[in-house]
């Protein structure tokens, strides 16, 4: 079975560092581009960034380039997505979603169940 | 950067009865269009993909349609599992492959 599982809840405070994972079971995963999407509490989904854990290649949205970094180990099959300095804004549902195809233009198939951050002081 | 804006907000439907929901472009995206379903507390779920394929396992009763700008998503049959809210994305054009606010579907 094709599964993205990931890390737990996390309660931060500002300016604190974070580093949360993806790991992905049942199919090759350095092949497929792995995503990520915030949703704040209440709020819409929102495209973050994307990484191919082949070589690597990241793209991020606009709106988050500088503010997170992604990454991957394909020697474990995981993905990350980490934070330097957390700010109260970064309070949210995170989700990290797999392409369902081998192209880098493609729908997010198979999600994981979701990371919450919270942040507050 | 394409913004996607979905349409309407809010939209109340009968059980049984017909939901129609929409979604447009700023700028042709083919048919490089996805809807997800987002039911309380779970993760989102793929339901059509390339504007009218359906996921794996998704109801005959979904259907989608459109290209370039315009696109829909039709219910045929509203049921009460159907209850959630719907978005759109585009993935023509990155980054982002940006996705619309959302339509929230409740039974009127």
């Known amino acids: 079975e094709v599964q993205l599982v990931q890390s737990g809840a996390a309660v931060k405070k500002p300016g604190e560092s974070l580093k949360i994972s993806c790991k992905a079971s049942g199919y090759d995963f350095p092949i497929y581009w792995i995503g990520w999407v915030r949703q704040m509490p209440g709020k819409g989904l929102e495209w973050m960034g994307i990484i191919y854990p082949g070589d690597g290649d990241t793209r991020y949205s606009p709106s988050f380039q500088g503010q997170v970094t992604m990454s991957a180990d394909t020697s474990i099959s995981t993905a990350y997505l980490q934070w330097s300095s957390l700010k109260a804004s970064d309070t949210a549902m995170y989700y990290c979603a797999r392409h369902m195809g081998l192209s880098r233009r493609g729908a997010f198939e198979i999600w994981g169940q979701g990371t919450m951050v919270s942040v507050s002081s | 950067e394409i913004v996607m804006t979905q349409s309407p907000a809010t939209l109340s439907v009968s059980l049984g009865e017909k939901a129609t929901l929409s979604c447009r472009a700023s700028?042709?995206?083919?048919?490089?269009l996805a809807w997800f379903q987002q039911r309380p507390g779970q993760a989102p779920r793929l339901l059509m993909y390339d504007a009218s394929t359906r996921a794996t396992g998704i109801p005959a009763r979904f259907s989608g349609s459109g290209s370039g700008t315009e696109f829909t998503l039709t219910i045929s049959r509203l049921q009460s599992e159907d209850i959630a809210v719907y978005y759109c994305?585009?993935?023509?054009?990155?980054?982002?492959?940006?996705f619309g606010q959302g339509t929230k579907l409740e039974i009127k």
């Open positions: 994305q585009q993935y023509n054009d990155w980054p982002p492959y940006s």
């Open positions: 700028q042709n995206v083919a048919s490089d």
